[in-house]
């Protein structure tokens, strides 16, 4: 297994708004004084120095009330979003993980997701289907061999599986 990799498609960041993260009080010109609405507690955030004048524009957070107040649409890369408080992001943020397993066509495509524990997320029909059949069905407590198991039955599906700590 390897340490899982963020892709800055900003999905989990896009529901930490108004439910997880609402900013206090400002600070200075970078540091906020935020609440951590589910957990309880306040933390401390500082907006990264390099990420000070995409931070001042509110306009797409405004439109959309469910982002995390610090999440910003990358200025370069389409489609990629940035944490403008990465450094200073609270525990729950550090330790999110979106998927323990990514799964890869044959073309290097990934084609879906296992979020929480065993949960399959997928737009492509095959692989919704191979797993409805073969795996699904699995009764299996034990995490480490139910990962073995997916890798083997998926790669024989003509998939690929990253799996994460």
Known sequence: MKPFECTLCGKCCMHAGSGLIEIEKRLTSRDYLCRQKIVGGTFRARVEEQFIDIFRDTSENDAHPTWCPFLRRHPEEVGKYLCTI?????????????????????????????????????????LQQCWDESVAPLDMDNDVAWRSEIIEILGRAGYRVETYE
Do not use: N, Q, W
């Not at 990465?86 to 999110?96: I, V």
């Not at 044959?106 to 095959?126: F, I, M, N, P, Y």
């Open 86 to 126: 990465h450094g200073s992001r609270p525990s729950f943020c550090r330790t999110y993980i979106c998927c323990t397993m990514r799964v890869f066509a044959d073309d290097d495509r990934e084609v879906g997701k296992v979020k929480g524990r065993r949960s399959l997320s997928t737009e492509d029909a095959a």
